[in-house]
T-cell receptor, first 114, second 114 residues
Framework: NAGVTQTPKFRILKIGQSMTLQCTQD?????MYWYRQDPGMGLKLIYY???????DKGEVPNGYNVSRSTTEDFPLRLELAAPSQTSVYFC?????????????FGDGTRLSIL | AQSVTQLGSHVSVSEGALVLLRCNYS??????LFWYVQYPNQGLQLLLK????ATLVKGINGFEAEFKKSETSFHLTKPSAHMSDAAEYFC????????????WGAGTKLIIKP
């Protein structure tokens, strides 16, 4: 049972480089989310999507872009990497957005910007 | 706006002792509350949730939590700690004013002493 799969698991970037964090889910979930997790700060929502072709900003969207061309995939793009983007990034999905629907998480991408 | 406060970034208990992890929330409407657990180098997984009905909620791995409206609390407990419980625990509230997005606490790392 794959669930939510994130790649890569680790990455080191230089300031100003760009990269795409990949996320795919095989549960046919409509909702997908990108969070960043910083020590002692909990999870902050970057972007979310309610279905293919529809995305919206979360709490901390600056410096990131997303797209949702299929139900399964929700990549996160960093265009000009900055040290402040060093973090652990989690992708999650849920069937619908509602109180009875838990979010299913990937194992995370640990990103360092040097 | 809703918020979540977890008291104590680290909690240390001996194996076999009671586990108590504290969570307080602020909400102007009846909240929906969640506890998630994160094992090292993994994503988060749902431990238990409160939506409506019985205020004492049982989850996986012997954990339970009690919703106390008068105290705006949703503390997580387990009668007897196991070494395998060592993880980080996150409390979250569903933001009914923002289409049920989750608002996360900062997390509490549970350390189990042998």
């Amino acid at each position: 049972n794959a669930g939510v799969t994130q790649t890569p698991k680790f990455r080191i970037l230089k300031i100003g480089q760009s990269m795409t964090l990949q996320c795919t889910q095989d549960m046919n979930h409509n909702y997908m989310y990108w969070y960043r997790q910083d020590p002692g700060m909990g999870l902050k929502l970057i972007y979310y999507s309610v279905g293919a072709g529809i995305t919206d900003k979360g709490e901390v969207p600056n410096g990131y872009n997303v797209s949702r061309s299929t139900t399964e995939d929700f990549p996160l793009r960093l265009e000009l990497a900055a040290p402040s983007q060093t973090s652990v990034y989690f992708c999650a999905s849920s069937k619908i957005q509602g109180v009875d629907q838990p979010q299913h998480f990937g194992d995370g991408t640990r990103l360092s910007i040097l | 706006a809703q918020s979540v406060t977890q008291l104590g970034s680290h909690v240390s208990v001996s194996e076999g002792a009671l586990v108590l992890l504290r969570c307080n929330y602020s909400s102007s409407v009846p909240p929906y509350l969640f506890w998630y657990v994160q094992y090292p180098n993994q994503g988060l997984q749902l431990l238990l949730k409160y939506t409506t009905g019985a205020t004492l909620v049982k989850g996986i791995n012997g954990f339970e939590a009690e919703f106390k409206k008068s105290e705006t609390s949703f503390h997580l407990t387990k009668p007897s700690a196991h070494m395998s419980d060592a993880a980080e625990y996150f409390c979250a509230v569903s933001d009914t004013g923002s289409n049920y997005q989750l608002i996360w606490g900062a997390g509490t790392k549970l350390i189990i002493k042998p």
